[in-house]
């Protein structure tokens, strides 16, 4: 299992957001993680990273407690948006390249491979010819790809991705759709974080929904397909119907999964 | 001209260019980290390091750069640990430096006749030639690390969640960078004095931004413009017999000033380019 949490307790300010949550990612399988603004989604995500404390359960990466873990370098985390910092600007090859430094020894300069890794991630998005340009002039969308372009750029085996086509439009959310079953394929795991699924949602092989900080339903496609409403907790929301229509699409059984995800690293 | 003949004018824009090329190469990542008032926070702590050097009859330059240190690692420490935001930490450092600084000199004021006033706002001229062995070795170590660290620096600065989960060490990291920040303003302090060091820290990172795509080049070109401001700056004050901090400082700004209009003037241009059936053309 490459990400493991068991009866994760998360609090902020003694407000539990997590209240006991499992959640499992196996190589070659990709999780939605659904829920409500508020469920605790983004919370279960960054205590899965080791980002947030645990007051009780446990959180393992690859096998190895969170803290401990070492292998960062295993690890593709896609942010739910390009932080804007304190204005400096940052070219697109820039911040892809920052996919790099897990990989690098400090102080040592990017090597060759470095920057032709950097550009395949660019080619793969589609921004090879933006590579110059400021980071901060691209939409909104393409700076979504950016930031998948940095983490395809680490070469990951688990791909940790935070509401990733949020405000993405069509074209943008087809290609993700594209990068993902070809990383599925290839044997990484992908544990996503989101809101709707569009076009990615044929690729899901499981879904947790969560709801006030709990486990709502943990469901595998094949049993979202029998299940009319996998949320349960939103009976009246018409716009949270259209989804749980689109998970009747969900593909069952996991893409056959490969031992060596990426050619080098 | 001629008054560049003089040695300890020399030495006085040696210093200065030294300073004036470092204290950007730091400033980029302060900046980006959204704490481009700490140099100005530290510039205070660094006041009561100049006050124990006059209690101790050490060398201020060597208490300045320990207490700011010191101020710099207990800032990173509340960040870090306690919930405090960079401001309230930065309102601390503020008030506690200038009290301590007054409070240790009053203390001091039987041993010394030394006064606050010549790091307030500055004393390049007395730069000795021993003085510019030091501010020479430590801003070179200043801008080779920062050079050398940059993609690292520049990562944790732009986003620490995201370098955390690179496993980047990024607590050392951040460490680095607030010790760095106290070397160059205890360096910079001869300079331009410690009410002025954040401007050299800042203005040329700012002035540099408006023209560049890239955060490499932002370093660079503030770089150069930090060398530019500090050598206009001491030439300037030695023409017109100023004190050099004010003048290095000024020409800082007033660099940003120009750019920023010549920006807001191109700008205008090309919108009104695009808005041409030529150019919304071209655009589409």
């Keep these: ?265 | 001209m001629e008054i560049f003949t003089y040695g300890f004018m020399l030495q006085a824009l040696a210093g200065a260019l030294i300073v004036g090329v470092a204290a950007p190469a730091v400033g980029v990542f302060l900046v980006q980290k959204r704490m481009a008032l700490i140099g100005d926070g530290l510039g205070h702590v660094a006041l009561t390091g100049v006050a124990v050097g006059f209690l101790t009859n050490t060398s201020p330059l060597w208490t300045t750069l320990l207490v700011t240190a010191l101020g710099a690692v207990a800032v990173e420490w509340i960040r870090g640990r306690g919930r405090a935001s960079g401001d309230v930490a930065l309102a601390l450092l503020f008030y506690g430096g200038i009290a301590g600084g007054v409070f240790v000199t009053s203390l001091a004021s039987g041993k010394t006749n030394a006064n606050l006033t010549e790091y307030l706002f500055g004393d390049l001229m007395s730069t000795t030639v021993q003085d510019l062995w030091v501010i020479g070795i430590l801003g070179a170590v200043v801008v080779t690390a920062m050079l050398l660290l940059r993609p690292w620096l520049a990562a944790i600065c732009h986003d620490e969640e995201h370098a955390v989960v690179a496993g980047l060490p990024v607590r050392t990291l951040n460490l680095l960078l607030a010790v760095t920040t106290a070397v160059t303003v205890s360096v910079a302090m001869r300079a331009v004095g410690l009410l002025l060091i954040s401007a050299l820290l800042v203005v040329p990172v700012v002035t540099a931004q408006q023209f560049t795509r890239g955060f490499a080049v932002t370093m660079y070109a503030a770089m150069g413009l930090g060398l530019l401001s500090s050598g206009a700056g001491v030439v300037t004050a030695g023409l017109l017999d100023v004190p050099p901090g004010a003048a290095v400082v000024l020409t800082a700004v007033g660099m940003f000033v120009v750019l920023a209009v010549a920006r807001g003037v191109l700008t205008a241009v090309r919108r009104r380019h695009h808005r041409s059936p030529l150019g919304a053309a071209r655009a589409g």
């Design chain 1, 1 to 265: 299992m490459i990400v493991d949490v068991k009866s994760a307790v998360v609090g902020y300010d003694d407000r539990p957001v997590l209240r006991g949550v499992d959640l499992s990612v196996e190589p070659g399988e990709a999780v939605a993680l659904l829920g409500a603004n508020g469920s605790g989604k983004s919370t279960l995500v960054r205590a899965a990273l080791g980002l947030v404390p645990l007051s009780a359960g446990t959180a393992a990466l690859f096998g190895v407690p969170v803290a401990r873990f070492r292998q960062w370098r295993r690890i593709g985390y896609v942010p739910q948006r390009l932080g804007a910092g304190g204005g400096v600007p940052a070219t697109v090859a820039e911040v892809v390249a920052a996919g790099r430094l897990a990989h690098r020894r400090i102080p040592w300069p990017a090597g060759a491979k470095d920057r032709r890794i950097v550009a395949e991630a660019l080619e793969a998005v589609g921004l090879a010819d933006r590579a110059g340009d400021a980071v901060g002039t691209l939409s909104g969308g393409q700076q979504q790809r950016v930031l998948i372009a940095r983490a395809l750029a680490t070469r990951p085996d688990l791909l940790v991705m935070d509401e990733p086509t949020a405000g993405v439009d069509a074209a943008n959310q087809e290609l993700f759709a594209t990068l993902l079953a070809d990383r599925l394929a290839h044997g990484c795991g992908v544990l996503l974080v989101a809101h709707e699924l569009g076009p990615v949602a044929s690729l899901i092989h499981r879904c947790v929904v969560l709801s006030h900080g709990e486990v709502a339903r943990d469901v595998t496609a094949a049993e979202a397909r029998a299940t009319r409403d996998p949320a349960g907790d939103h009976p009246h929301d018409p716009a949270h119907h259209h989804d749980m229509w689109s998970a009747a699409l969900w593909r069952s059984s996991p893409t056959a999964s490969c031992s060596r995800p990426w050619p080098e690293r």
